[in-house]
């Protein structure tokens, strides 16, 4: 659905500069080029930070499940780990060996 607004967007500034300016041919292909540059970087970041958001879900509903995660070589379940969730990481408990490890849950595997 981005993609076809991102097209909308570029035509419509297409169609307002043939409308509406006195530029030369080559400067209008220039200028659109900046804007199809930019809508497709936004595009591409707002497909990575959805890929990234996924990704955080699956950790975390993993770890709510009691399942095994790797976090930078540690081994992080829900009984030696607790989530903190305003800051999305995992806080180690003082039964597990590793009081006052916090890890990043985006890092986890």
């Known amino acids: 659905m981005a993609y076809l607004y991102g097209l909308i967007v570029v035509g419509l500034f ?3 500069m043939h409308f509406f300016t006195e530029l030369k041919l080559s400067q209008k ?6 804007v199809v540059i930019i809508v497709s970087g936004a595009i591409f970041y707002n ?3 959805q890929e990234r ?3 955080l879900r699956q950790v975390l509903l993993e770890f ?3 399942k ?6 540690l081994t992080v379940n829900n009984k030696m ?3 903190s969730i305003g800051t999305q990481t995992f806080i180690a408990n003082k ?5 006052g490890v916090m890890l990043i849950a985006s890092e986890c595997e």
């Open 14 to 16: 297409f169609g307002v």
């Open 29 to 34: 292909i220039q200028a659109s080029l900046l």
């Open 47 to 49: 497909h990575l930070q």
């Open 53 to 55: 958001a996924a990704h």
């Open 64 to 66: 709510k499940q009691g």
């Open 68 to 73: 095994d995660l790797r976090c930078k070589g």
């Open 81 to 83: 780990f607790t989530l």
């Open 95 to 99: 039964e597990s060996g590793n009081v």
